[in-house]
């Protein structure tokens, strides 16, 4: 049996891809480089695990910071250099390169934001049918 893939996610999914592509191609830095593409690739990981997975959105959206978090980690503990790929523009574009406190800050905002509409989502399903 082949599952269901929701098409919704599928759609949100690329949106958000297409725009951290295009943040990555243009925009060289400043905030909406550093702080809100940080902020949407939670929310990018959520809507992609959400294509597969119909579990609880507070249990995903808490994988999906788990994932930032634990890639914010690893760049604290140098694994770039270790491996020899601190020189590899695609993996540090991927992974990042430096440790930033202002970056947990941000994924935990995006993880909020996913728990928010989430919920106004469902309550708001909630009251349509009665």
Known sequence: MI????????????????TEALIAAFIPSGFIRYTLGDY?????IYCFAKIFIKGH??????GALAIAFFVEFLQLSGILDSLNL??????????GSTFQLSDLVAYSLGAL??????????????????
Not at 3 to 18: A, H, R
Not at 40 to 44: D, E, M
Not at 57 to 62: D, G, M, Q, V
Not at 113 to 130: C, D, N, P
């Open 40 to 44: 949407l690739i939670v929310i990018l």
């Open 57 to 62: 959105a507070n249990i995903i959206a808490f």
């Open 113 to 130: 934001t996913i728990v928010i509409i989430e919920h106004t989502r469902h309550e708001q399903l909630k009251r349509s049918h009665f």
């Open 3 to 18: 599952p269901k893939l929701n098409k919704t996610y599928i759609i949100l999914t690329l949106l958000l891809f297409t």
């Open 86 to 95: 601190d020189n590899s523009y695609t993996i540090k574009l991927l992974l």
